[in-house]
């Protein structure tokens, strides 16, 4: 079995960028205030990254099938 | 009718009815192995779609999610950022991993390490490890459909009674249809769960306290540190959220059917788009814990966190609300329920039994034989259920700990061809045994760690260093 072709560096950057806004950088965010509409900061805060995080992975999706494209030409 | 009545028959009349739609579309196909397991491998983006949805939301994001954020608080945002992140992992793992699968034939998970690592003993390791860690997962889901079915009956059904009318259910169904129908009842499944979420999630803050903002004011002023880490908790702080987060979103796709599940694609890219788009489909998940953190105030002093979201909603809405509540949930339970037990049964039936005890069993016994486990399994959880006192949350932490061992094994034998037999092997085993040391002698979280993660870099450093100590790889 051949080793799997190694993703981009760019997709593996925008695939981290998640990681550090959600979980690497908890302390940073995990407060109640500012409260936003009333809800507290870190569940906004989560739930805007929920969002980010399809955006981030869409991005690395054009990047791969972009390289892959590129592949399959020469 | 009695209160009981009505929201007894509404759940099981939704359940009726998800029943059906199984049968139906399990019906006029031959029942083979393939075809029970694996869907005959024909499965389109959609029902891949629905299959995997399906895996997401399960009991533990209704009723433990939110039982956690009753009872722990803060820490229970990890369940808002694992989820997004198994995906991001998932984008790198599953398209390379369908790949493989389908060069050679793949099926379940101990295939991969058969195959890739060309050792039976460690396959045969994967599927009891896999099957062991199912357990709690079928476990799980079982307590759930108890909970449900006694709160709906207002006491009148104790929850052991309750949990063997759900696991018989359950089994029938299981036996009847096959993997097919379970991914059809997940559209019902689905449906319901949206609705249900964002009805509990706005509706109870908003008939309490006239909205989620007021909501969560009154919380902040009852509770000043409920909402953060580590809330009621003591240990459980931002180390312990940043190791949990890092060892869950890891081990999303290594339970044994969710890693299968990317087999049932028809292309790898589909595995990429399911990963853009899925995120957004946890966002739901933070309505649940709305109504969690809602509870808090509205019925203090519960002895388990568990029940206090259908507590409230029992309390809050008429008994065909709740009934109808209650049916998503049970659902909820059963879809994931039978995912779970039918791959144990087939892991424990293809990978563990006959190529160690019988290598000249034919397919059809072998289907027989995955058959008679799914009733040995359902047994063995309602057993374990009846007997246990963990949360939701606890017991799916616990078969994290265990599926995320094979991470390392996986990932290094996707991506780097000098991952050896021995080092991956011993890196499992290492992990493994640390993990369940430190959860069997109640040292999880250790100084502050998830258990789980600190096996998983044991496993990962003597997997990574017996590897590279080889000259040559072992495996081309």
Same mark, same amino acid.
């Given at each position: 079995?051949? *080793?799997?072709?190694?993703?981009?560096?760019?997709?593996?950057?925008?695939?981290?960028?998640?990681?550090?806004?959600?979980?690497?950088?908890?302390?940073? &965010?995990?407060?109640?205030?500012?409260?936003? @509409?009333?809800?507290?900061?870190?569940?906004?805060?989560?739930?805007?990254?929920?969002?980010?995080?399809?955006?981030?992975?869409? @991005?690395?999706?054009?990047?791969?099938?972009?390289?892959?494209?590129?592949?399959?030409?020469? | 009718?009695?209160?009981?009545?009505?929201?007894?028959?509404?759940?099981? @009349?939704?359940?009726?009815?998800?029943?059906?739609?199984?049968?139906?579309? #399990?019906?006029?196909?031959?029942?083979?192995?393939?075809?029970?397991?694996?869907?005959?491998?024909?499965?389109?983006?959609?029902?891949?779609?629905?299959?995997?949805?399906?895996?997401? +939301?399960?009991?533990?994001?209704?009723?433990?999610?939110? @039982?956690?954020?009753?009872?722990?608080?803060?820490?229970?945002?990890?369940?808002?950022?694992?989820?997004?992140?198994?995906?991001?992992?998932?984008?790198?793992?599953?398209?390379?991993?369908?790949?493989?699968?389908?060069?050679?034939?793949?099926?379940?998970?101990?295939?991969?390490?058969?195959?890739?690592?060309?050792?039976?003993?460690?396959?045969?390791?994967?599927?009891?490890?896999?099957?062991?860690?199912?357990?709690? +997962?079928?476990?799980?889901?079982?307590?759930?459909?108890?909970?449900?079915?006694?709160?709906?009956?207002?006491?009148?059904?104790?929850?052991? *009674?309750?949990?063997?009318?759900?696991?018989?259910?359950?089994?029938?169904?299981?036996?009847?249809?096959?993997?097919?129908?379970?991914?059809?009842?997940?559209?019902?499944?689905?449906?319901?769960?949206?609705?249900?979420?964002?009805?509990?999630?706005?509706?109870?803050?908003?008939?309490? !306290?006239g909205g989620i903002g007021p909501m969560?004011?009154?919380?902040?002023?009852?509770? *000043?540190?409920?909402?953060?880490?580590?809330?009621?908790?003591?240990?459980?702080?931002?180390?312990?959220?940043?190791?949990?987060?890092?060892?869950?979103?890891?081990?999303?796709?290594?339970?044994?059917?969710?890693?299968?599940?990317?087999?049932?694609?028809?292309?790898?890219?589909?595995?990429?788009?399911?990963?853009?788009?899925?995120?957004? +489909?946890?966002?739901?998940l933070a309505f649940i814990v709305f109504?969690? /953190?809602?509870?808090?105030?509205?019925?203090?002093?519960?002895?388990?966190?568990?029940?206090?979201?259908?507590?409230?909603?029992?309390?809050?809405?008429?008994?065909?609300?709740?009934?109808?509540?209650?049916?998503?949930?049970?659902?909820?339970? $059963?879809?994931?329920?039978?995912?779970?037990?039918?791959?144990?049964?087939?892991?424990?039936?293809?990978?563990?039994?006959?190529?160690?005890?019988?290598?000249?069993?034919?397919?059809?016994?072998?289907?027989?034989?995955?058959?008679? $486990?799914?009733?040995?399994?359902?047994?063995?959880?309602?057993?374990?259920?009846?007997?246990?006192?963990?949360?939701?949350?606890?017991?799916?932490?616990?078969?994290?700990? #265990?599926?995320?061992? /094979?991470? *390392?094994?996986?990932?290094?034998?996707?991506? &780097?061809?000098?991952?050896?037999?021995?080092?991956? !092997?011993?890196?499992?085993?290492?992990?493994?045994?640390?993990?369940?040391?430190?959860?069997?002698?109640?040292?999880?979280?250790?100084?502050?760690?998830?258990?789980?993660?600190?096996?998983?870099?044991?496993?990962?450093?003597?997997?990574?260093?017996?590897?590279?100590?080889?000259?040559?790889?072992?495996?081309?």
């Open positions: 079995m051949e *080793p799997a072709a190694k993703p981009s560096l760019g997709a593996l950057l925008l695939a981290l960028v998640p990681f550090g806004g959600m979980c690497f950088s908890v302390a940073l &965010w995990d407060r109640v205030e500012p409260r936003i @509409g009333g809800i507290p900061f870190n569940l906004v805060w989560l739930v805007g990254w929920i969002a980010l995080c399809s955006v981030c992975l869409w @991005g690395a999706y054009r990047l791969e099938t972009r390289r892959e494209k590129d592949r399959g030409r020469e | 009718m009695s209160p009981s009545a009505v929201a007894l028959t509404t759940i099981f @009349g939704l359940v009726a009815v998800g029943t059906t739609i199984g049968f139906l579309a #399990g019906m006029r196909r031959k029942m083979d192995l393939e075809q029970w397991t694996v869907g005959g491998r024909g499965f389109g983006v959609i029902v891949v779609y629905l299959l995997m949805a399906g895996e997401v +939301y399960t009991t533990f994001a209704f009723l433990g999610a939110s @039982g956690w954020a009753y009872s722990r608080g803060g820490p229970t945002l990890y369940v808002l950022a694992y989820l997004p992140l198994a995906f991001v992992v998932s984008f790198f793992v599953l398209p390379q991993l369908w790949s493989v699968a389908r060069r050679f034939g793949m099926q379940t998970q101990p295939d991969f390490f058969s195959v890739r690592y060309g050792d039976k003993y460690l396959s045969a390791f994967v599927c009891i490890v896999g099957v062991v860690c199912l357990l709690p +997962y079928f476990q799980l889901q079982v307590t759930g459909l108890g909970i449900i079915v006694s709160i709906a009956s207002f006491g009148g059904i104790g929850r052991t *009674p309750a949990m063997v009318i759900s696991v018989a259910l359950l089994a029938a169904f299981v036996l009847a249809s096959g993997i097919r129908a379970v991914a059809w009842v997940s559209i019902l499944k689905d449906g319901m769960m949206l609705i249900a979420a964002v009805a509990i999630g706005v509706g109870i803050p908003y008939l309490y !306290f969560f004011t009154a919380v902040t002023h009852a509770r *000043p540190a409920h909402l953060t880490m580590p809330g009621a908790t003591k240990n459980l702080g931002h180390t312990w959220y940043i190791t949990t987060v890092l060892l869950t979103s890891m081990g999303a796709y290594m339970w044994p059917h969710a890693f299968a599940s990317s087999f049932t694609a028809k292309s790898g890219d589909t595995l990429r788009r399911n990963a853009v788009v899925m995120p957004l +489909y946890t966002i739901s109504a969690g /953190f809602s509870a808090v105030l509205i019925v203090p002093g519960l002895a388990n966190g568990d029940l206090a979201l259908l507590t409230v909603v029992r309390r809050s809405f008429p008994p065909w609300l709740l009934g109808l509540i209650g049916g998503a949930g049970a659902l909820t339970a $059963m879809v994931p329920a039978a995912i779970l037990v039918l791959t144990a049964a087939t892991l424990f039936a293809k990978n563990l039994w006959r190529p160690i005890f019988a290598p000249a069993m034919a397919d059809a016994q072998v289907a027989r034989l995955a058959r008679a $486990m799914v009733v040995v399994l359902s047994l063995v959880s309602l057993w374990l259920a009846i007997y246990s006192s963990s949360t939701l949350v606890s017991l799916l932490l616990l078969g994290y700990a #265990g599926v995320t061992q /094979f991470f *390392p094994g996986v990932v290094l034998g996707l991506y &780097w061809n000098r991952a050896s037999t021995v080092g991956v !092997f011993a890196g499992l085993v290492a992990g493994i045994a640390i993990a369940t040391l430190l959860i069997l002698s109640g040292r999880d979280p250790y100084l502050g760690w998830s258990a789980g993660f600190l096996g998983l870099c044991a496993n990962f450093l003597i997997a990574i260093v017996i590897s590279g100590l080889r000259r040559y790889p072992v495996h081309d």
